[in-house]
């Protein structure tokens, strides 16, 4: 499988500040998510990044407060606009090969928001 | 929509015995897939296993082993002779099968502890 990594691994952060998540392929993939998982919850999905178009976004999910970006097959990022509490949560992303293909996850990102 | 439950929120084990943890579904879906993954304090999620739902056959990973049953769509995971390194939470998670966007739904997850 896919080696993942995912920039910065924490942050904490101040109300009203962005903060941009990178998630880096050692290899090329079609696939690429991202997942947010609240404190003591499950992952949910917040987009499928789309290389060279734009994400798509799951219910409750908007472009303004979540921009998406995937410029080639190895990469993406995921930034938190305008910070509030509530968005404190592991951000994950999570690759794969095919629509039918298993999806390998990052490492995480641990946000908190002050 | 689908929707994932998984009833145990916590469950224990001693070291070298067997656990089951039990994941239920809904979905009008013929053909999907259906996963287990761990997830460690390291918050890393890794794959245990992975289930088609065309295959009668259960999946088998060496200590991990699934109980599929289709029809009652429920879809267990068995872990024998577990291991301190066992301790995580797991989550169940359904794909539907076909071309689009295939996000994983998880399940609310169950944590496991195995004791000494």
């Known amino acids: 499988s896919a080696v993942i990594s995912q920039k910065p691994s924490r942050d904490i952060c101040q109300r009203g500040t962005s903060l941009t998540i990178q998630c880096q392929v050692d290899?090329?993939?079609?696939?690429m998510f991202w997942y947010r998982q609240q404190p003591g919850q499950s992952l949910t999905l917040i987009a499928t990044?789309?290389?060279?178009?734009?994400?798509?976004?799951e219910s409750g999910f908007v472009i303004d407060k979540f921009p998406i970006s995937r410029p080639n097959l190895t990469f993406s990022t995921l930034t938190v606009s305008n910070m509030s509490p509530e968005d404190s949560s592991i951000y994950l992303c999570s690759v794969g090969q095919s629509s039918t293909d298993t999806q390998y996850f990052g490492p995480g990102t641990r946000l908190t928001v002050l | 929509a689908q929707t994932v439950t998984q009833s145990q929120p916590e469950m224990s084990v001693q070291e070298a015995e067997t656990v089951t943890l039990s994941c239920t579904y809904d979905t009008s879906e013929n053909n999907y897939y259906l996963f287990w993954y761990k997830q460690p304090p390291s918050r890393q999620m890794i794959l245990v296993i992975r289930q088609e739902a065309y295959k009668q056959q259960n999946a088998t990973e060496n200590r991990f082993s699934v109980n599929f049953q289709k029809a009652a769509k429920s879809f267990s995971l068995k872990i024998s002779d577990s291991q301190l390194g066992d301790t995580a939470m797991y989550f169940c998670?359904?794909?539907?099968w076909g071309t689009g966007a295939n996000n994983l739904f998880f399940g609310t997850g169950t944590r496991l502890t195995v004791i000494p």
């Open positions: 998670a359904f794909m539907k």
């Open positions: 990044a789309n290389q060279g178009s734009e994400a798509t976004y």
């Open positions: 290899s090329q993939v079609t696939m």
